[in-house]
T-cell receptor, first 111, second 116 residues
């Protein structure tokens, strides 16, 4: 079975500051890990994913995430926040079958 | 364009009627599709897993007779909400799983259902 915990339902950062959204997972099999972004009233857009190989994964819009097996974490980062990054972010885990989502983190960007 | 397309994006129906939502994978074949429901400001709740040519697997607590899922082809799955009630009003999102792209799951744009 798989599960995902996102720490912090709301995160606020200043424009230009580092973005860090935390995600911890549990999985009984080697996991596939994902980050999705959801803008208001829209569906989900894939930011990045980890399946196998390199543990530092680069995605769209300047985001990246690092898979740390020892910490069972897959935190999402971006060096410099932009106003357009304000959205809901979901971490997800898949054990080769269905995908399970965390509860989401709302990212607020302060001017 | 979107890899997975949902239609309609918004639908309003009367209480007691049925409404169908379509989910299509546009540039790949999806043997597995998933249906989620999302309440305002909440996460996505997996409703069911749809496998082409077989019956859907429903998550615990989801009424299979109310939420009919059909996956008749490798590019199309449908969700029919039968005898809709106002509490069925929600944002429904489908996703399709690829096999040739690292098992990535792509999501549709979602469908807003309002039951009046």
């Amino acid at each position: 079975a798989q599960s995902v915990t996102q720490l912090g339902s709301h995160v606020s950062v200043s424009e230009g500051a580092l973005v860090l959204l935390r995600c911890n997972y549990s999985s009984s099999v080697p996991p596939y890990l994902f980050w999705y972004v959801q803008y208001p009233n829209q569906g989900l857009q894939l930011l990045l994913k980890y399946t196998t190989g390199a543990t530092l994964v680069k995605g769209i819009n300047g985001f990246e995430a690092e898979f740390k097996k020892s910490e069972t974490s897959f935190h999402l980062t971006k060096p410099s926040a932009h106003m357009s990054d304000a959205a809901e972010y979901f971490c997800a885990v898949s054990g080769r079958d269905k995908i399970i989502f965390g509860k989401g983190t709302r990212l607020h960007i302060l001017p | 364009g979107a890899v997975v397309s949902q239609h309609p994006s918004r639908v309003i129906c009367k209480s007691g009627t049925s409404v169908k939502i379509e989910c299509r994978s546009l540039d790949f074949q999806a043997t597995t599709m998933f249906w989620y429901r999302q309440f305002p400001k909440q996460s996505l709740m997996l409703m069911a897993t749809s496998n082409e040519g077989s019956k859907a697997t429903y998550e615990q607590g989801v009424e299979k007779d109310k939420f009919l899922i059909n996956h008749a082809s490798l590019t199309l799955s449908t969700l029919t909400v039968t005898s809709a009630h106002p509490e069925d009003s929600s944002f429904y999102i489908c996703s399709a799983k690829t096999t040739g792209r690292g098992n990535t799951i792509y999501f549709g744009e979602g469908s807003w259902l309002t039951v009046v």
